[in-house]
């Protein structure tokens, strides 16, 4: 899909101009939503702010401000690039949110959209007394944002942050760097626990946001998608190979009153069926959002000759 960006370079003269345009190109081209925008008006306002070097939450009053040509001319780059070759916006500004807080990314890393994220503005209550969290770990942590979101809504908690890929790892630290969170996340290479195993820590709680797509969900996923990290997405035929090596091992690195909660997605169904007898609780969210079980220790430990 190709989009004609002269006339708009020619003629569009304010800011108010260019977010209107904007909108309609994204929407003319069917772009695919789902990286942390509801609509094609907020991708708009975070491609054309960015590109005028403005916060996302500008002033309303610079709407009609006039735009040099060079402003102009890099706003029409980065849309051709959206709609083109279908770049995710945060991977066009290396900025995303969650949790309320602003993180780096790049295509090192998936780009951060987990309902997780309401839980830790919560504190994980009612699951979780979020004064019972001492010590935590968060499983598979791409660019570190589940780490550093819970380490700053929890300021009394050390994090334990896991990932098998350095590259996404290296994420990782910018953002503990950008956050100042040095001294309560600690980075760790590893394929899930194998790390761990020598001193087998212990966690009032264990998150994590794993790979979970299936092959045949993979196999149909918008482009926007594929731009994305495949080791941080594909999962095996039904998307829980990761996901039952969590279930067997995670009891081990929990203590006695510990808890797990783990993402799953479109791969809820396929877990349920595996897993018929295991008493999964599945969270409701108030912003969307679905697919996140919790299981206590307990229970992990009574089902764990399941897990295989």
């Given at each position: 899909m190709r989009v004609n960006t002269a006339s708009a370079i020619e003629d569009l003269v304010t800011v108010r101009d260019f977010l209107r345009w904007t909108t309609s190109r994204l929407n003319e081209t069917q772009v695919v939503l789902g990286h942390g925008f509801e609509d094609s008006w907020d991708e708009a306002v975070a491609l054309v702010l960015y590109a005028l070097h403005l916060p996302w939450d500008a002033d309303n009053r610079v709407m009609d401000s006039r735009l040099t040509t060079k402003e102009r001319e890099q706003i029409a780059y980065l849309v051709k690039q959206r709609i083109e070759k279908r770049t995710p916006v945060a991977y066009l500004t290396q900025i995303a949110w969650f949790a309320g807080l602003p993180f780096f990314v790049d295509e090192r890393v998936l780009i951060p959209r987990s309902p997780i994220g309401e839980l830790i503005e919560k504190g994980f209550e009612p699951w979780i007394r979020g004064d019972s969290i001492d010590r935590a770990l968060d499983l598979c942590t791409g660019g570190g944002c589940i780490a550093i979101a819970m380490a700053l809504n929890l300021p009394h908690v050390q994090v334990d942050a896991v990932d098998i890929s350095s590259e996404a790892l290296a994420v990782a630290m910018q953002n503990v760097e950008n956050h100042g969170a040095e001294e309560v996340v600690t980075l760790i290479k590893s394929d899930c626990f194998e790390a761990l195993i020598a001193t087998k820590p212990q966690y009032d709680l264990i998150v994590s946001n794993p790979p979970y797509v299936g092959s045949k969900e993979m196999s149909s996923l918008p482009e926007e998608y594929l731009q994305e990290p495949s080791m941080a997405l594909a999962a095996g035929s039904d998307g829980l190979d990761i996901v039952r090596r969590i279930l067997n091992q995670a009891v081990d690195y929990l203590t006695k009153d510990g808890v797990l909660i783990c993402e799953v997605g479109n791969s809820d169904q396929a877990l349920e069926q595996a897993f018929p007898k295991v008493p999964?609780?599945?969270?409701?969210?108030?912003?969307?959002?679905?697919?996140?079980?919790?299981?206590?220790?307990?229970?992990?430990?009574?089902?764990?000759?399941?897990?295989?």
């Open positions: 999964f609780t599945w969270i409701e969210f108030e912003h969307g959002g679905h697919g996140v079980f919790i299981l206590t220790a307990e229970e992990l430990k009574k089902h764990r000759a399941q897990f295989v």
